[in-house]
T-cell receptor
Framework: DAKTTQPTSMDCAEGRAANLPCNHS???????VYWYRQIHSQGPQYIIH???NNETNEMASLIITEDRKSSTLILPHATLRDTAVYYC??????????FGTGTRLTIIP | DGGITQSPKYLFRKEGQNVTLSCEQN?????MYWYRQDPGQGLRLIYY???????QKGDIAEGYSVSREKKESFPLTVTSAQKNPTAFYLC?????????????FGSGTQLSVL
């Protein structure tokens, strides 16, 4: 399974865009990139996922490089409620989630 | 309000005791999963089920058992054979097993050993 590498922690000012990078250099062709976030003692919350193309939804945007070896999650206007641990995940079939180390994002007022 | 409900939120197990964690979903999903999360670590797959009356072992199934008698329900039993059961347990579901189908998670059950 492909593994992911993320920075341990990041800070972002409230109202600014938060850009969270992820490296997944061993990803295979049929594996999707997923982003989830988790607040302490709660279940992970789905944010966005993609295979090759950039994706956008009401929560965030996902930018995947052309070689698919890395991606960036963008929260366009960060709020205090966005403070959480963000996981970049490569998913193959059978629900097998290969979790990275996660990035602890802190939104600063 | 659709979603996945796990109960209880906190559970304590005595030595030699089996305990059962509940997971119910009303999303009409076929696939359901159980994961274990240890402090500071990612999730590890215990069991998964693609359809009613069928389930498969994940990466760390030893000491655990499941059943899938109804589409909505996928209970997990932590048996006395699981020597290190203290962890945060997460149930998830998806419409299918394919990689492009996102998982939805419950709020988790924290299991501790007395």
């Amino acid at each position: 399974d492909a593994k992911t590498t993320q920075p341990t922690s990041m800070d972002c000012a409230e109202g600014r865009a938060a850009n969270l990078p992820c490296n997944h250099s061993t990803i295979s062709g049929n594996e999707y990139v997923y982003w989830y976030r988790q607040i302490h003692s709660q279940g992970p919350q789905y944010i966005i996922h993609g295979l090759k193309n950039n994706e956008t939804n009401e929560m965030a945007s996902l930018i995947i490089t052309e070689d698919r070896k890395s991606s960036t999650l963008i929260l366009p206007h960060a709020t205090l409620r966005d403070t959480a641990v963000y996981y970049c995940i490569v998913r193959s079939r059978i629900g097998k989630l290969t979790f990275g180390t996660g990035t602890r994002l802190t939104i600063i007022p | 309000d659709g979603g996945i409900t796990q109960s209880p939120k906190y559970l304590f197990r005595k030595e030699g005791q089996n305990v059962t964690l509940s997971c119910e979903q009303n999303l009409n999903h076929d696939a359901m999963y159980w994961y274990r999360q240890d402090p500071g670590q990612g999730l590890r797959l215990i069991y998964y089920s693609q359809i009613v009356n069928d389930f498969q072992k994940g990466d760390i199934a030893e000491g655990y058992s499941v059943s899938r008698e109804k589409k909505e329900s996928f209970p997990l039993t932590v048996t006395s054979a699981q020597k290190n059961p203290t962890a945060f347990y997460l149930c998830a579901s998806s419409s299918g097993l394919e990689a492009g189908e996102k998982l939805f998670f419950g709020s988790g059950t924290q299991l501790s050993v007395l």
